[in-house]
């Protein structure tokens, strides 16, 4: 029976591959999905292992010993046949992507007969969860997440900001306007957001709003409040309250006129849409005319919303 001899971890080897392949620690630590002082420290643990130095670093960046040029190709293919081993071909027609419940339902799924009419023979299959992502492990092409843009991952392309306004519905809006107009906030009943109350990366909340309008006025309580945009806007529509509304979202429920604005006061967010991938490289066919799609209709929807209201708001 054929011993195999100890290996190093394989966490050493991996932060060795990567950053020999890519000639730079910062990359392999985006890659990996770790910081550059991990991928440091593991490759340090390999040197420790094996008694030989396999990376120097110069003015010029990344530099490999001649034991670490050696031992970079096996490497590379060895990782190229594990990732193989457990590898099943991928349709390059089918796009597997995580969307926000909100967006799916009101801002791409009424775009979505456009790109099938352009790619009839791409397969969507999609993920309406707000989780996180990991695309080392998830199954997924892309994703769509609303927030700063600080994301880890290898692509992240910025489609559009979000801004906020009132709004209600035309049954309400006759009653709800002049107290809106008047500044008797205090009749006036709230639908709350909670990703819009604030934390680590703080929306445009009701609060903000009422000190732009009047500013020594009291907040009136919520009426109700979701965790999710969607159930938010789906209040609004069954008059359960007025809502400071994403406009992204709002858009085609207020060229219905579904919903109205009951102030021209837009509050512009730190926070927008992003598109994040594991790679633009690695995307598939499918991906890719998906990614070049999406980016178009973004940069179209800017272009149309482009003009500042009077009450615009950069808060």
């Not at 670093?57 to 081993?85: C, E, H, M, N, W």
């Not at 609060?207 to 500013?215: C, G, N, S, T």
């Amino acid at each position: 029976m054929k011993i195999r001899q100890p290996l190093p971890p394989l966490n050493s080897l991996k932060a060795f591959e990567a950053t020999a392949r890519l000639k730079s620690m910062a990359l392999a630590a985006k890659e990996l999905h770790v910081t550059p002082s991990a991928v440091s420290q593991q490759i340090k643990q390999l040197e420790h292992h094996l008694g030989q130095r396999v990376i120097t670093q110069s003015r010029s960046g990344i530099v490999l010993t001649a034991y670490g040029r050696d031992a970079l190709p096996k490497l590379s293919q060895a990782f190229d046949l594990l990732a193989g081993s457990f590898h099943h071909p991928r349709d390059p027609l089918l796009v597997r992507i995580s969307v926000l419940p909100s967006f799916a339902r009101f801002w791409l799924n009424p775009r979505l007969p456009a790109f099938f009419r352009q790619h009839p023979a791409i397969r969507l299959d999609i993920d309406s969860s707000p989780k996180l992502i990991d695309f080392t492990f998830d199954d997924l092409d892309l994703a769509i997440r609303y927030g700063k843009g600080n994301y880890e991952t290898p692509l992240c392309d910025s489609l559009m900001k979000e801004a906020h306004q009132a709004v209600c519905t035309p049954r309400q809006y006759p009653a709800w306007a002049p107290l809106v107009e008047s500044g008797d906030f205090a009749r006036l009943p709230l639908i709350g957001d909670r990703g819009m109350l604030g934390g680590d990366e703080q929306d445009v909340t009701w609060r903000e709003w009422l000190h732009a309008k009047a500013p020594e006025s009291t907040l009136p309580d919520y009426r109700i409040t979701y965790t999710d945009s969607g159930l938010a806007i789906d209040a609004a529509l069954a008059h359960q309250g007025m809502l400071l509304g994403r406009l992204v979202l709002l858009d085609p429920l207020l060229k219905e006129q579904k919903l109205l604005a009951l102030d021209p006061l837009i509050l512009r967010s730190e926070l927008g849409y992003f598109l994040l991938g594991p790679s633009l490289a690695g995307l598939s066919e499918g991906a890719q005319k998906f990614r070049q799609w999406l980016l178009q209709e973004a940069a179209a929807y800017q272009t149309q919303h482009h003009t500042q209201s009077p009450g615009f708001s950069d808060r």
